[in-house]
């Protein structure tokens, strides 16, 4: 068997980035690296590199979430993005949908210890969620699928006027322009390429935001979600 890599030092960065949550981000990142990597979360030769390429890539995200907002992690895996971004915004009101029972158990015991009250963990997936989470004002999401097929998933899950908040590569632009025609049958009015995270991360996280009008997934989804809302639950006499 060969030796688990070690976790580097936090650097100053994360000081600055996290805080007063500083310490349970350290935390975090000692779970990531120690359970996060022997139940198959995150694989050991990300472990030297967890500060830098995943903890602060995904904590700079909080530079363009609007404030007191709902925000789903969709795919939300080890976490990432969404437990960096309730580390560094308790204003949010976070929920990290994850489909697989091993991910979410890990999730939850990270929420519990860290004490994220303002963070709720779902089991499902962005399909059979829709209609039974309240429509999110931001729906985030990193290296989960190709951009029109996550745009598929998540655009449906926010409430009229949100945004997805997308942690992609070099390749979001290129993404971006192939996703355009797919983009638009969602009803997405709009869509741009940012890069944040200037003075901690090196090179600059890029985010693609995407925009919805009034009726987030279009037609289509309004439909799905006016069945679902019929449906509901119902009291028993």
């Known amino acids: 068997m060969t030796e688990a890599a ?11 980035v996290f805080g007063e949550r500083f310490l349970e981000a350290v935390r975090y990142a000692e ?8 139940r198959g979360l995150i694989g050991p030769r990300e472990v030297p590199r967890l500060w830098e390429r ?16 709902t925000v789903c992690d969709v795919g939300s895996g080890a976490g990432l993005p969404g437990i960096p971004l309730a580390l560094t915004r308790p204003d949010l009101r976070i929920t990290l949908l994850e489909p697989l029972l091993r991910r979410t158990n890990f999730l939850q015991e990270v929420v519990e210890l860290l004490g994220l009250e303002h963070v ?3 089991r499902g997936r962005a399909e059979e969620v829709l209609g039974k ?17 996550l745009a598929g998933w998540g655009v449906p899950l926010l409430r009229p006027y949100g945004e997805m908040l997308l942690l992609k590569g070099d390749t979001a632009e290129e993404e ?22 200037e003075g901690i991360v090196d090179p600059l ?30 009291r028993r006499r």
Do not use: Y
């Not at 903890?55 to 404030?67: G, H, I, K, M, Y």
């Not at 989470?133 to 097929?149: E, I, Y």
């Not at 355009?180 to 940012?194: C, D, E, F, I, Y």
């Open 31 to 38: 779970l990531l690296a120690d359970i996060g990597v022997t």
């Open 133 to 149: 989470l309240p429509p999110m004002h931001v729906v985030t999401a990193r290296a989960v699928a190709p951009l029109d097929r």
């Open 6 to 16: 070690e976790l580097p030092p936090a650097p100053e960065e994360a000081r600055e």
């Open 205 to 234: 996280s890029t985010v693609v935001r995407v925009e919805v009008g009034e009726s987030p997934g279009g037609v289509r989804f309004a439909a799905k979600r006016a069945k679902a809302a019929r449906k509901g639950p119902r």
């Open 176 to 197: 971006l322009k192939h996703a355009r025609a797919a983009l638009s049958k969602l009803g997405v009015v709009g869509t741009s390429v940012l890069h944040v995270g």
């Open 120 to 122: 709720t963990v779902v």
């Open 54 to 69: 995943h903890l602060l890539n995904c904590a700079v995200l909080s530079e363009v979430v609007p404030e007191g907002v």
